[in-house]
């Protein structure tokens, strides 16, 4: 009797697509520690992240696979997930230990970055991921508030600060050193500029699956600070409904565009309001309006939030509701946008590879 081997095995397990990464999973490195004696099959399945909404998919699509591989008797698998680097980090020597960096902006104020932030930032975690939140409002911190930890002991370490914890995450915020709070107004560009490099590079975040980094509104001096000082994995844009917000919102993707800084995608908040009456959805400030700036401007649309008291509250009282009420529409709202953003990721961290693997093989010109 032929006795079924390695090859074989590999070869149905190539045809298993991740679908976000539109990759096979052999070729994406995803099966490791592979063993097979006498029928006996056993390898690790490593997902390119924690939170990929389709996780649960590409095992099920394995275990179909391999069940097809005539000659398995046994077989035996671990599933873990390991995010994917999003930045080149051979370049970034000061900040190596990051894998990811997401900026969290807008066009408009007030539309709810701080509040995405936070709770996506808690969502990652919660999936199991290593997740710092960096406040760079440096003007307006709003971080400590919504965490409930007005004032942090801000501990040195080896010259590094050491970022406060909370509810599993590793947060900094310009807020968290009281006494300057009320002076960051009358800073100008270069020393704000220099207080978010400091918070970046000087911060002992160790390693980090995601750091979120909470920006002010529009695109001065702290988006483009954090956009040009070290590599990032990109720019998530908030916006709402209102035409106010996303005719700004749009601008605000059209600089980032200009000054090639990588767009994750749009989420769309406080998009619809869920009746307590009757559980319908009403898209109070009108329908569509982020899903039609994905489409014309060519970013993925990650999610929308509906307009809740539950959140704002949250905000409020330092209970974020991601905390206080995880099984609720809104958290749920704050959980797919979420999976969609990791997924964006693990997608730009593909392409990154890639690229960096066209440079190393690409011939040297010969004169
Ligand atoms: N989905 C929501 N439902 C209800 N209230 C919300 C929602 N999102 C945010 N809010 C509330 O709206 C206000 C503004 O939110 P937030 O501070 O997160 O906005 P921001 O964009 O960070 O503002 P800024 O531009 O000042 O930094 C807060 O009071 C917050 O609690
Ligand atoms: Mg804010």
């Not at 649309?301 to 008291?309: H, V």
């Amino acid at each position: 009797m032929n006795m079924v081997g390695v090859d074989q095995v590999l070869e149905k397990l190539s045809t298993v697509i991740d679908p976000d990464l539109k990759k096979d999973i052999v070729s994406m490195g995803m099966i490791k520690d592979l063993e097979l004696n006498d029928g006996n099959l056993k390898f690790t399945l490593e997902l390119t992240t924690p939170a990929c909404p389709f996780n649960a998919e590409i095992e099920d699509d394995v275990r179909k696979a391999v069940s097809q591989i005539q000659g398995i008797k046994n077989f035996d698998m671990i599933v873990t997930a390991k995010v994917m680097e999003g930045r080149s980090l051979d370049v970034d020597t000061a900040l190596a230990t990051v894998k990811n960096i997401i900026g969290v902006a807008s066009g408009k104020g007030g539309v709810g970055k701080s509040t995405v932030a936070l709770n996506l930032a808690l969502t990652l975690s919660q999936s199991g991921a290593k997740v710092g939140l960096l406040d760079a409002d440096i003007y307006g911190p709003s971080i400590p508030l919504m965490l409930g930890i007005q004032k942090a002991n801000m501990e040195f370490e080896d010259n590094k600060l050491q970022p406060a914890e909370s509810n599993g995450l590793k947060v900094v915020s310009f807020g968290f050193f009281a006494d300057q709070e009320h002076q960051a107004a009358i800073y100008r560009g270069p020393i704000i500029s220099g207080i978010l490099k400091q918070f970046l590079v000087d911060t002992n975040w160790s390693n980090l699956d995601y750091l979120i980094v909470d920006l002010p509104p529009g695109t001065g001096d702290i988006p483009l600070t954090l956009a040009q000082t070290i590599p990032i994995t990109g720019i998530l844009v908030v916006t709402t409904p209102q035409e106010v917000a996303s005719n700004v919102a749009v601008k605000a993707i059209g600089m980032f565009n200009k000054l090639n800084i990588p767009l994750i995608g749009v989420v769309e908040n406080m998009s619809y309001f869920i009746c307590p009456n009757c559980n319908e959805k009403h898209y109070v400030f009108g329908e569509g309006g982020a899903k039609k700036i994905s489409e014309k401007h060519n970013i993925p649309f990650l999610g929308e939030i509906p307009l809740n008291s539950g959140i704002m509250e949250g905000s409020d009282k330092g209970k974020p509701i991601m905390l206080t009420n995880p099984s609720s529409p809104s958290a749920e709202s704050f959980r797919k946008s979420a999976k969609n953003i990791a997924a964006q990721c693990s997608i730009l961290a593909a392409k990154l590879r890639e690229e960096m693997q066209a440079e190393a093989v690409e011939p040297t010109p010969t004169s």
